[in-house]
C-alpha cells in the first residue's frame, strides 16, 4: 500500500510538472514582479557581496497598494533599512543616525525584475534551465543570459506555488559567483503588519537634501551606449559635505544600472571624496574617474569593466568651456 500511495504521489507530481513547465521564463518573471507587489511574507534573507556575508530579518507588507520592505540586521554593525515605494531610510542602531534617500528606480532589496520584458529580447535571453528547493520550497530556475560582453549572467530562483523570489545570483563572464541573495526561510502571510509610519528623528540625514530633478540636460552627453541601455533619469544635486551640484544621469537596460556623474573639481572641500583616475573594482561593481576640463568624471555600475570604460570614452561636455 505504501509502495503504491509512493506511485500515486509521483504521478501526480508529474502531472503539476507538466502543466506548470507550459510556462516560459518571462511569463515565471512577470507572475513574479506581480505577485511582489501584492505580497505579504517574512523570512531569513543571506546577502553575499564583496566576499562578505550578511543575514538579515526580512519583510515585505503592502497596505492600500503601497509597499514596504524591511531589512534588519542579524549582527554588527546592527542597523534597519525600510523602503516605503521609492524613499529608503537606514537607521543606525549604535549612533541613532538616520540616512533617507529616494531611488526610485530601484523596486525591491531581493531583485529587480522590469514588469515588461519583451523590449530585453535583444540583450538577454530567458531559460528556465532546471528546478530546485531553496527554503523547503520547490522553485523554478530562471537563467538570464545576456547576448553580448556588457552585462553580468543572472540567474533566479522563483517559488512555484508563490511565484516569489528565494534566490538570485550574479555571475560574471567567466561564470565566477559576483553577488547572491537567498532566503533561509520565508513564510508568505495574508496579514504581517501594519506599515510603520513613524516619525523621522530630529537627527536625520537627507543623503537626498537639495535634491532636484531637473528636466532639462546635464552638462555633459553620453554618445555611446551598449544596445538596450538607455538614460532613466537626471538629477543634479549636492553630495558628499559640498555645495557644489553635481550631475548625475542614470542608464539601464532593465536589469543592469549605470550611474554617470560630473563633479567640478574647483571645490577642493570635497576633493577627498574624489576617487583616483582608472578602474576600481568591488565585487559586482566597477567603476572609472577621470578628469574631464575642469571637472571629474566617475562611471559606476554593477556592469563589467569593460562596459564602464566603454561608457566612460563616450562622455562628452555639452560646453567645452567648462
Not at 73 to 87: A, C, G, H, K
Not at 173 to 196: C, H, N, P, R, Y
Amino acid at each position: 500500500m505504501v509502495r503504491y500511495l509512493f506511485i500515486i504521489w509521483l504521478a501526480l507530481g508529474g502531472i503539476a510538472h507538466s502543466a506548470e513547465s507550459n510556462l516560459t521564463a518571462k511569463q515565471i518573471l512577470q507572475k513574479m514582479v506581480k505577485s511582489m507587489q501584492v505580497s505579504n511574507c517574512r523570512g531569513t534573507v543571506v546577502f553575499l557581496k564583496n566576499d562578505k556575508l550578511e543575514a538579515m530579518k526580512y519583510t515585505h507588507t503592502v497596505d492600500k497598494n503601497r509597499e514596504q520592505e524591511r531589512l534588519v540586521s542579524l549582527n554588527s554593525p546592527q542597523r534597519e533599512i525600510v523602503r516605503n515605494s521609492d524613499e529608503v531610510k537606514c537607521s543606525f542602531k549604535s549612533t541613532g543616525n538616520v540616512i533617507a534617500d529616494s531611488r526610485p528606480y530601484e523596486h525591491s532589496f531581493i531583485v529587480d525584475v522590469p514588469e515588461n520584458l519583451d523590449g530585453l529580447d535583444s540583450s538577454y535571453s530567458f531559460e528556465v534551465v532546471g528546478e530546485e528547493v531553496i527554503a523547503m520550497m520547490p522553485s523554478f530556475v530562471i537563467a538570464i543570459q545576456p547576448k553580448d560582453d556588457f552585462r553580468y549572467v543572472r540567474k533566479i530562483w522563483v517559488a512555484k506555488e508563490q511565484l516569489l523570489p528565494l534566490k538570485a545570483i550574479v555571475y560574471d563572464l567567466s561564470g565566477v559567483v559576483l553577488e547572491q541573495v537567498v532566503f533561509t526561510d520565508i513564510q508568505v502571510d495574508k496579514e504581517v503588519g501594519k506599515i510603520a509610519t513613524t516619525e523621522p528623528p530630529s537627527h536625520l540625514q537627507q543623503a537626498n537634501e537639495k535634491s532636484v530633478d531637473v528636466d532639462g540636460k546635464a552638462a555633459f552627453q553620453v554618445t555611446a551606449l551598449p544596445q538596450g541601455f538607455k538614460q532613466i533619469f537626471f538629477s543634479r544635486k549636492p553630495l558628499h559635505k559640498s555645495e557644489q551640484p553635481v550631475d548625475h544621469v542614470l542608464l539601464s537596460d532593465g536589469f543592469a544600472s549605470v550611474s554617470v556623474y560630473l563633479e567640478s573639481r574647483i571645490n577642493e572641500a570635497a576633493s577627498d571624496a574624489h576617487l583616483p583616475d582608472g578602474i576600481h573594482s568591488v565585487g559586482a561593481v566597477n567603476s572609472l574617474s577621470r578628469t574631464l576640463a575642469d571637472s571629474q568624471l566617475t562611471v559606476l555600475g554593477e556592469v563589467p569593466a569593460a562596459t564602464i570604460k566603454y561608457i566612460a570614452e563616450g562622455v562628452k561636455l555639452r560646453n567645452a568651456n567648462r
